[in-house]
């Protein structure tokens, strides 16, 4: 009876398995470098400039993260900065029950973010 070596298969399977952990990584990570550090900023101005603040700051917009899809995340920021302009235009996005569920997706996020890190 011949013996059948193992070794490949198992190697095998642990980069497959290697290469699903990676895609679910990048999909838990789907924010851009550049929004995390706006994010932070702006609440580092809002929370004083401290090492503490930091470190809350950046575990706040981890969490968001966690919980809505940056698209979401988008899409809820353009509600924000929209819904603050005067005019008809303006009046759609704070009208629109689209954007009222953006919104309310962000600011359940946000919440969330400040139960945990503040």
Not at 19 to 24: L, S, Y
Not at 63 to 87: D, F, G, H, K, N
């Amino acid at each position: 009876m011949s013996t059948i070596s193992l070794r490949p298969i198992v190697a095998a399977l642990a980069v497959v398995i290697g290469m699903v952990a990676a895609a679910r990584a990048e999909d838990l990570n789907d924010y851009p470098t550049s929004a995390r550090a706006e994010y932070v900023f702006g609440c580092m101005k809002a929370n004083g400039e401290t090492r503490q603040s930091i470190e809350q700051c950046s575990c706040s917009i981890d969490v968001i993260a966690s919980i809505l899809p940056y698209e979401r995340y988008v899409t809820a920021e353009t509600v924000l900065s929209m819904s603050q302009v005067r005019s008809t235009l303006g009046s759609e996005f704070r009208t629109s029950e689209q954007a009222a569920s953006a919104l309310n997706d962000l600011r359940r996020a946000q919440a969330e973010a400040e139960v945990r890190c503040f």
